[in-house]
Structures are given as structure tokens and as C-alpha cells.
């Protein structure tokens, strides 16, 4: 009798173990990830920071390391999303040869799953419109792109000059509509980062045609200068 309550208890004692391992395995899964994709994020703020674009050994070694971390935390919306940005440097890098839209096909993949699995995060969605505007991809994708990143981040400044280089440098193939959402970005953009800005529009001459989407005010006198 006394053997037959002792059984259950040793199940417990058993799944308790395997919990706990469990537990560690995945813990080690998320540190290992986490140590990989800082590697990757460090080089993305470098590059950022220096305003330059990545030599070919730097941006193979941050897509290395960003396709890694992915592959130990499969579901997490921070390594979909690094990797694409990553491949968007590759393919900036290979923008010459042009195999962009090749090496980029898997940042789309990435952004997507990204978005379904964090509905809400706008710099998913202004990234995303990015490479669609890269790749010349001015479709219902962009547009639903574009209108979830100024959604979802209407007053981040990151948003602001990721969604300003997505919407000038496909400018003339915009819509009207399109054009609306892009300078009104930039007119909230302006109190945070005006220099950025002013830089983006300047480098692909739009500043007459984004000028005229602008409301009349301090600002706009400012960075259009009238």
C-alpha cells in the first residue's frame, strides 16, 4: 500500500525535473540569442551613428549573426525585424549590381511575419514601407505600410525620418493620398529632427514638391525657406 502512494509523488518529482530543464534549456536559448543579436544591433548603430554604409565583410557578419539569433528565438518579432534591416544593408551595398530586390526578397518575408507577430510596432511598418520604396513597390503593401508606421508612431523620430526617406524617395510615383501621409510626417517630424529631414528631402531634390504639401507656418517658413 505504502508503495502505491509513493508512485505519484515520484511522477511529480519527475515532471518537476523536466520543467525545470526545461526552463533552463529555454532560458539558454533566449541568452544565446540575446548575445548574438546584440552583435548584429551593435553593428546597425555603428553603421547608424558614423552615417555610413557597411563594408561587404561587416554587413555578411551582421546578417551572420542577426540569422542566428533568429534561429534560437524563432517567434520573436525583434530578430525578424533586425534581420530584414540587415538584408536592407546588404542590399544597399549590392545596390551597383543590382540584386537589391533579390536580397531583399527575405526582408519582406521577414517584415511580414514580424508585423503579424507584433501588430503594433511601428518601426516594423516604416521599415517595411522602406524596402517596398527601395524595391519600387508602391502598392496596396506600401500603402498599408506607410499607414500603419504613422498610425502606430505619429510622434517617434525614428518614425518620422524612416517614414520621410520611404515616402521622398518614391515621391513622384505616390499617390495624392500617399503624399498627404508622407508630409504630414515630415511637418511633425520637423520639431525633432529637422536636420535629418531637411537632409533626406535635399538629397533626392524634393524639397519644391514636398514644400507644397506643407502647411504654412514657422516651421515649413523654416525648412522651405520662404
Same mark, same amino acid.
Given at each position: 500500500?505504502?508503495?502505491?502512494?509513493?508512485?505519484?509523488?515520484?511522477?511529480?518529482?519527475?515532471?518537476?525535473?523536466?520543467?525545470?530543464?526545461?526552463?533552463?534549456?529555454?532560458?539558454?536559448?533566449?541568452?544565446?540569442?540575446?548575445?548574438?543579436?546584440?552583435?548584429?544591433?551593435?553593428?546597425?548603430?555603428?553603421?547608424?551613428?558614423?552615417? =555610413?554604409?557597411?563594408?561587404?565583410? $561587416?554587413? @555578411?557578419? *551582421?546578417?551572420?549573426? +542577426?540569422?542566428?539569433?533568429?534561429? !534560437?528565438? #524563432?517567434?520573436?518579432?525583434?530578430?525578424?525585424?533586425?534581420?530584414?534591416?540587415?538584408?536592407?544593408?546588404?542590399?544597399?551595398?549590392?545596390?551597383?549590381?543590382?540584386?537589391?530586390?533579390?536580397?531583399?526578397?527575405?526582408?519582406?518575408?521577414?517584415?511580414?511575419?514580424?508585423?503579424?507577430?507584433?501588430?503594433?510596432?511601428?518601426?516594423?511598418?516604416?521599415?517595411?514601407?522602406?524596402?517596398?520604396?527601395? =524595391?519600387?513597390?508602391?502598392?496596396? $503593401?506600401? @500603402?498599408? *505600410?506607410?499607414?500603419? +508606421?504613422?498610425?502606430?508612431?505619429? !510622434?517617434? #523620430?525614428?518614425?518620422?525620418?524612416?517614414?520621410?526617406?520611404?515616402?521622398?524617395?518614391?515621391?513622384?510615383?505616390?499617390?495624392?493620398?500617399?503624399?498627404?501621409?508622407?508630409?504630414?510626417?515630415?511637418?511633425?517630424?520637423?520639431?525633432?529632427?529637422?536636420?535629418?529631414?531637411?537632409?533626406?528631402?535635399?538629397?533626392?531634390?524634393?524639397?519644391?514638391?514636398?514644400?507644397?504639401?506643407?502647411?504654412?507656418?514657422?516651421?515649413?517658413?523654416?525648412?522651405?525657406?520662404?
Amino acid at each position: 500500500m505504502s508503495a502505491s502512494f509513493r508512485k505519484p509523488s515520484s511522477y511529480l518529482l519527475v515532471l518537476v525535473v523536466l520543467v525545470a530543464f526545461w526552463g533552463i534549456y529555454q532560458a539558454a536559448r533566449m541568452g544565446i540569442a540575446d548575445v548574438v543579436a546584440h552583435k548584429a544591433e551593435f553593428a546597425v548603430g555603428r553603421w547608424d551613428d558614423e552615417k =555610413r554604409m557597411p563594408t561587404s565583410d $561587416e554587413v @555578411e557578419r *551582421a546578417v551572420a549573426d +542577426a540569422r542566428s539569433a533568429l534561429s !534560437w528565438e #524563432p517567434r520573436n518579432p525583434d530578430y525578424h525585424d533586425l534581420l530584414a534591416q540587415v538584408l536592407i544593408y546588404k542590399g544597399l551595398v549590392h545596390w551597383a549590381d543590382g540584386t537589391f530586390n533579390e536580397i531583399t526578397d527575405e526582408s519582406l518575408v521577414l517584415y511580414r511575419r514580424s508585423v503579424e507577430l507584433r501588430p503594433r510596432w511601428p518601426y516594423a511598418w516604416a521599415r517595411f514601407a522602406l524596402v517596398k520604396s527601395y =524595391r519600387g513597390e508602391y502598392d496596396a $503593401e506600401f @500603402e498599408n *505600410a506607410l499607414s500603419k +508606421a504613422v498610425k502606430y508612431g505619429p !510622434w517617434d #523620430p525614428g518614425i518620422h525620418v524612416t517614414v520621410a526617406e520611404a515616402g521622398v524617395f518614391g515621391w513622384r510615383r505616390l499617390s495624392i493620398e500617399e503624399r498627404k501621409v508622407v508630409a504630414a510626417n515630415i511637418h511633425r517630424g520637423l520639431k525633432f529632427e529637422f536636420s535629418s529631414i531637411q537632409s533626406i528631402v535635399r538629397r533626392y531634390n524634393g524639397m519644391i514638391l514636398v514644400c507644397g504639401y506643407l502647411p504654412r507656418d514657422k516651421r515649413t517658413t523654416r525648412f522651405c525657406g520662404w
